[in-house]
């Protein structure tokens, strides 16, 4: 697993902070099984001279009533949290937190208050009657869902970075489990009655963890001669409020291991494993939690190479040991984890890592042809849904579902084509393309429809959208949304996108979304971390370069027609590299602002080629730092009819 040296590093490792909220916590922990023990050998007593005690019965009860959470509780969860950042996404419910680097860490955790847009209230009935910025947003605003610069200070949707911190320390949300924790202490403390002496020597050495005159006045010895119930009933209460003490001082103490985390502590520097050792790793049973610790120790030392590194090592061994264990950790296999590792620094590339591992928000677009955002909200509040507007202000016809006791694709507005459920960056495409009514629009890759129907919506119904897909199968599904949402402007086709310029052209807007190998939508299908080969992307940019040639010759020069491509995928081949093929093939085209006024910049070099200088137009998406599905959007504009 890598020996360890002693060293002085400055950066604190998420496993030590895990070890310094252990340990501030340990003795508290310990020092509660210490009481209830106490307790339970005095009931005990109690039941060996022939008389009746309820003692755990009425010190749990009591527990609950104040509801404090207990220690115990909340020391086990904050592990399991941990924990849970070092199991692959098939293993593991979805995670929130992230295996993120040191400094990461340290700079984001601290600052209990950054994330609070983060996690933005959810929408009540009363919020959006009564709240008048609630209000504004949820307003009569169905048709104007073009982003406005001017009027938003910053568009850009939630980062997701932020809110890991607060799961690591939000203690608070344990709380829910506190009476199940509680109900278990009985039955440790009778497996652990037959522990003699020196089990009560460990717990009192253990006080020493904290101070608590409050402790030893509240549980004397002398406390155990009274076991008659009025006796235990004081007791307990005493319990309760020695509990809430801990608690209180146990998160005094957190707050204050967060608020001062050393700048240099005296810790092990890391040592990478020797080929036998991983030879003997391979063949046996990887454990792990060890392997991520190691994925944080090599980020560290990357991030201070000169300072940690061993001399005898070089950038590239950590490098490649690093990428073997986050293959190993995520389940990627080795082609796509390198081509990832191409795109992102290594510590943005975990942190993308990490959000695959959970699912993006539930998004909804509001269907303008036969409802409002705010009619919508209020019928699906109604149904007790939990929603709120899309968070960054660039939509206005989009809602974020947090939580349902209906199925959101089931609800009477949902089967009457009240509203699509669609992600967020779905939208942009979309709103790139920007139709007007009375336009004559293509769609080239169309199925299901989630963005054909908004394009319909947009235009009002007016002019005509051909919406186009090779897939016979997927246009039933087209034809499906196009009817529930009462969509009326479109023409439906089945042609392979390739041939359409023969079929006809003209267009004053092509939308291709085309198909692509799905890198950006990897917490939807994670079967993409394996499934795609070099040459399935081969295959696939091919296809790609040859659909946008297409769309640019269905576009109508006279009418400066206007072609959107977009993939669901962030590699650069299928993204930049396609569109900088199509403006080398197609000259009478040029790039334009997508008209999106977040999200990064496309690439204009990319690992020594470089692109035309207009791909820092294009724009991409990610879902570790838009928390919503990576996206890529190109937007061109024809200049003139001549291919040369
Ligand atoms: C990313 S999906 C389109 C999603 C759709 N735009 C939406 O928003 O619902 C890509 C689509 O391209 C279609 N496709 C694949 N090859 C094609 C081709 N040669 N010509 C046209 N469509 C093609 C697939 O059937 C698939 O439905």
């Not at 030590?16 to 050998?41: C, D, F, M, P």
């Not at 960056?425 to 908004?454: H, I, W």
Request: aromatic content about 6%; glycine content about 4%; overall charge negative.
């Amino acid at each position: 697993m890598g020996r360890k040296a002693k060293n002085k590093q400055d950066v604190p490792l998420p496993i030590e902070i895990e070890k310094q909220v252990g340990k501030t916590t340990a003795g508290l922990r310990n020092k509660l099984s210490y009481i209830t023990h106490k307790n339970q050998k005095a009931a005990n007593n109690k039941k060996a001279s022939g008389k009746k005690t309820n003692s755990n019965t009425i010190s749990f009860v009591k527990a609950e009533d104040h509801s404090p959470a207990p220690i115990k509780n909340t020391v086990k969860n904050i592990s399991q949290k941990t924990h849970n950042q070092t199991i692959p996404s098939n293993k593991r419910p979805a995670s929130k937190s992230s295996i993120t680097p040191a400094k990461k860490i340290k700079s984001q955790s601290w600052d209990s208050d950054e994330n609070e847009a983060d996690q933005a209230p959810v929408a009540e009935q009363s919020d959006i009657d009564q709240n008048s910025s609630e209000e504004e947003d949820l307003s009569d605003d169905a048709n104007d869902d073009t982003p406005d610069s001017d009027k938003e200070q910053s568009n850009e949707p939630a980062d997701p970075r932020t809110q890991h911190k607060k799961m690591l320390f939000d203690l608070d949300s344990e709380s829910e489990s506190s009476q199940s924790e509680l109900d278990d202490i009985p039955d440790q403390e009778e497996h652990d009655s037959d522990l003699g002496s020196d089990q009560d020597d460990h717990l009192e050495d253990s006080d020493e963890e904290y101070d608590s005159d409050k402790v030893n006045d509240s549980f004397s010895d002398s406390d155990d001669g009274d076991n008659t119930i009025a006796g235990l009933e004081r007791k307990s209460e005493r319990l309760t409020k020695l509990q809430s003490i801990m608690d209180e001082e146990g998160e005094k103490e957190l707050l204050e291991s967060k608020l001062h985390m050393p700048a240099l502590q005296e810790t092990e520097v890391f040592v990478l494993p020797e080929a036998d050792e991983i030879e003997a790793e391979e063949s046996g049973i990887k454990d792990m939690k060890s392997i991520q610790v190691r994925i944080q120790e090599i980020i560290n030392v990357l991030n201070n190479f000169t300072r940690l590194k061993q001399s005898d090592r070089s950038r590239s061994d950590y490098i490649s040991q690093l990428q073997s264990d986050l293959q190993f950790v995520y389940g990627y296999n080795e082609y796509l984890l390198t081509k990832l590792m191409e795109i992102f620094p290594i510590s943005e590339l975990v942190e993308f890592l990490e959000a695959n591992e959970s699912p993006r928000p539930i998004t909804i677009r509001v269907n303008t042809l036969k409802s409002k955002r705010k009619q919508v909200a209020q019928a699906l509040i109604k149904r007790g849904v939990n929603l709120d507007v899309i968070s960054g202000k660039w939509s206005k016809v989009g809602l974020t579902i947090y939580e349902s006791p209906v199925p959101i694709g089931a609800t009477p507005e949902y089967m009457s084509g009240l509203y699509m459920i669609q992600s967020a960056s779905s939208f942009l495409p979309v709103l790139a393309l920007d139709p007007q009514p009375n336009e004559r629009v293509l769609d080239m890759s169309a199925a299901p429809g989630g963005k054909s129907t908004y394009v319909a919506a947009l235009m009002q119904n007016s002019g005509i959208v051909f919406v186009n897909d090779a897939n016979k199968d997927r246009t039933r599904a087209l034809v499906a949304n196009i009817h529930r949402l009462g969509v009326t402007n479109t023409l439906v086709s089945n042609y392979d996108g390739r041939e359409f310029p023969k079929v006809m052209g003209g267009f004053d807007r092509v939308l291709l979304d085309a198909p692509c190998s799905g890198t950006g939508v990897i917490s939807k299908d994670p079967s993409v971390k394996t499934n795609k080969s070099e040459a399935d992307f081969v295959m696939l940019t091919q296809l790609q370069k040859e659909l946008l040639i297409a769309a640019i010759d269905s576009a109508s020069a006279s009418k400066a027609g206007i072609i959107v491509y977009s993939t669901c995928s962030i590699t650069v081949d299928e993204d930049e590299a396609v569109v900088n093929y199509a403006l080398s093939k197609r000259p009478n085209v040029k790039l334009v602002e997508t008209g999106i006024d977040f999200g990064k910049s496309g690439f204009t070099s990319f690992r020594g080629k470089h692109f035309d200088s207009s791909l820092a137009l294009t724009k991409r998406f990610y879902p570790h730092t838009n928390n919503m599905d990576g996206f890529f959007v190109a937007k061109f504009q024809k200049v003139s009819n001549s291919k040369k």
